[in-house]
């Protein structure tokens, strides 16, 4: 049930089917964790040696047969935060040699849920350095709950950072009382276009990188096929601002959390 979490958070396939097994089960021999995790017996062994390094399983020693117990699942926690604080040692660095490159102009893509992950991060580092980010085009529900934890995350840093958020919404999307509903309305600045403006595709201004969306993310899914289009380029980042700023104040006065549709 909790195997695809645990894999994400770093143990293997059969490491994630055992430790869910020995919480589910509790104290345990090998056989009964080989046939409640559907894992050969050999292997099981293997697996749990891991664990057991990684802090995860104990064993108990018996003098017919010694048994394995999960430990308490906030030790993930503890492996989270300590992997966390190993990167945040090196980040400095591995930032200055990225930084360190001379400029240069890139076309690549994105792909999917991880690809949309990707993107959600991008914004956020860029965003943080270039105070801004603008949204054309825009509806406020993302359906896939594989990235929900990642959105929270994202709404979340934009108000701590204090990022500036605009966002232009399309005609379509649902207004109730005057205002658009969703999350990303409650942390945003935002507009709604006329019908006037049928934009198919969304897209992301931050920094000199412009994110253009394919249908399937305009639909407010996030698919396997889904793709993002990165462009990291001064000169087209800086053509879509000025678009984007013609659009908002084509809408009137500067207005918070309030829809005003562009005539």
């Known amino acids: 049930m909790y195997q695809d979490i645990l894999q994400e958070l770093g143990l293997s396939k059969n490491e994630a089917k055992i430790y869910e097994t020995l919480l589910r089960e509790g104290e345990s021999p090998v056989g009964n964790i080989a046939e409640k995790s559907s894992i050969h017996r050999r292997n099981v062994y293997d697996s749990l040696a891991r664990l057991i390094e990684k802090g995860l399983v104990f064993e108990v020693?018996?003098?017919?047969?010694?048994?394995?117990?999960?430990?308490?699942?906030?030790?993930?926690?503890?492996?989270?935060?300590?992997?966390?604080?190993?990167?945040?040692?090196i980040l400095?660095?591995?930032?200055?040699?990225?930084?360190?490159?001379?400029?240069?102009?890139?076309?690549?893509?994105?792909?999917?849920t991880e690809g949309w992950k990707n993107y959600l991060n991008d914004v956020l580092r860029i965003g943080n350095l270039s105070g801004d980010i603008l949204l054309l085009s825009a509806v406020d529900v993302i359906k896939d709950t594989k990235v929900d934890q990642y959105m929270e995350n994202f709404?979340?840093?934009i108000r701590?950072?204090?990022?500036?958020?605009?966002v232009l919404y399309r005609a379509d999307t649902g207004i109730v009382g005057g205002k658009v509903q969703?999350?990303?309305?409650?942390?945003?600045?935002?507009r709604v276009l006329s019908k006037k403006?049928?934009?198919?595709?969304?897209a992301t201004v931050v920094g000199d990188r412009v994110f253009l969306f394919s249908d399937t993310f305009v639909q407010?899914?996030?698919?396997?096929?889904t793709v993002i289009t990165v462009i990291k380029n001064k000169d087209i980042a800086e053509s879509f601002r000025v678009i984007f700023a013609s659009l908002w104040d084509n809408s009137g006065e500067n207005v918070v959390r309030k829809a005003k549709i562009i005539k």
Request: glycine letters at 6%.
């Open 61 to 89: 020693l018996e003098r017919t047969e010694n048994q394995y117990q999960a430990v308490d699942p906030g030790k993930l926690s503890e492996l989270i935060q300590e992997k966390v604080q190993k990167l945040d040692k």
């Open 220 to 225: 407010g899914n996030v698919e396997p096929d």
């Open 182 to 190: 969703g999350p990303l309305a409650k942390i945003a600045k935002y």
């Open 160 to 166: 701590r950072k204090k990022i500036d958020f605009k």
């Open 155 to 157: 709404y979340r840093e």
């Open 92 to 112: 400095p660095n591995l930032s200055q040699m990225y930084e360190s490159k001379p400029y240069r102009e890139e076309l690549f893509m994105y792909r999917g």
């Open 197 to 202: 403006y049928p934009v198919g595709a969304a």
